[in-house]
DNA sequence: TCATTAAATTGTT
DNA sequence: AACAATTTAATGA
């Protein structure tokens, strides 16, 4: 494992909404924001809690989802090292909808809601930031219901791995993922069996490798469009 | 460091 | 869903 421990200023250098923050304001952010640790399985936050922190992934990979009354679980999207999310929430001042479990060990920082109304009322790039995220991932959402009417299953595969190499949502992310087949399958909607098969697929056609616990992406815009 | 074992993940039916 | 094969992680000599 290349478990690299990344300094909280090395990462907020890599995100984007960091960019429209002065050196003297992102310091006190940093101050700010609360670091934690996840392991692989549990809860970075839980459904119905009180929002009160805007979550980031410094290094590992979450996932929303969501458990029915009937005990179905779904998976809504995952979310690798360099994204944030929550920002929904904070914004709409209601409790938590999803549970947002670990997939493997991750690092998470928590910017605090009083942090984040100060950048949102002082900051006019962040707030050009929070559109652009917003905007993505409504991109992303609709491109998840066409996946899911209108594509085959190995299309299905590639463009759920594709999405969460989103360079928009997601900057600073390599080309490897560490991701179990069955977590693709959740993302994916696809059986476990299906990924497997669908993967050995796209490394036919030259689009990725597989490895074992993960995939390493080599020709991106090909996975992120296959089935067109 | 090496060998053994358990746990996780993959590949196939 | 079940099973065997493979890979990794953990343990202790």
Redesign the pocket.
């Known amino acids: 494992?290349t478990t690299q421990r990344q300094t909280l200023p090395d990462f907020l250098s890599t995100c984007r909404w960091a960019q429209s923050v002065s050196a003297e304001e992102l310091q006190r952010v940093a101050g700010e924001i609360v670091e934690k640790k996840v392991p692989?399985g549990g809860y970075v936050c839980r459904r119905g809690e009180d929002v009160t922190s805007w979550i980031g992934v410094v290094d590992g990979l979450v996932k929303m989802s969501n458990l029915s009354p009937e005990g179905k679980l779904t998976t809504l999207t995952g979310v690798p090292s360099g994204g944030w999310f929550g920002e929904g929430s904070l914004l709409k001042d209601e409790p938590r909808r999803y549970d947002i479990l670990a997939l493997?060990d991750s690092r998470i920082v928590c910017m605090p809601r009083a942090t984040f109304n100060r950048l949102l009322n002082t900051n006019i790039g962040f707030n050009r930031f929070l559109l652009v995220q917003l905007n993505e991932r409504l991109g992303m959402f609709i491109a998840l219901m066409e996946n899911e009417r209108l594509l085959e299953p190995d299309a299905r595969v590639a463009r759920s791995l594709g999405a969460l190499f989103n360079p928009v949502l997601y900057p600073g992310i390599g080309r490897q993922i560490q991701?179990?087949?069955?977590?693709?399958g959740f993302l994916a909607g696809v059986?476990?069996?299906r990924v497997?098969?669908a993967?050995?697929v796209l490394e036919k056609a030259g689009l990725l490798r597989?490895?074992?616990?993960?995939v390493t992406v080599v020709d991106l815009s090909s996975l992120q469009t296959f089935g067109a």
């Not at 991701?179 to 693709?184: A, G, K, Y």
């Not at 597989?210 to 993960?214: A, I």
């Open positions: 494992m692989n493997r991701i179990s087949q069955e977590e693709i059986s476990r069996q497997n098969q993967l050995q597989v490895e074992y616990g993960g």
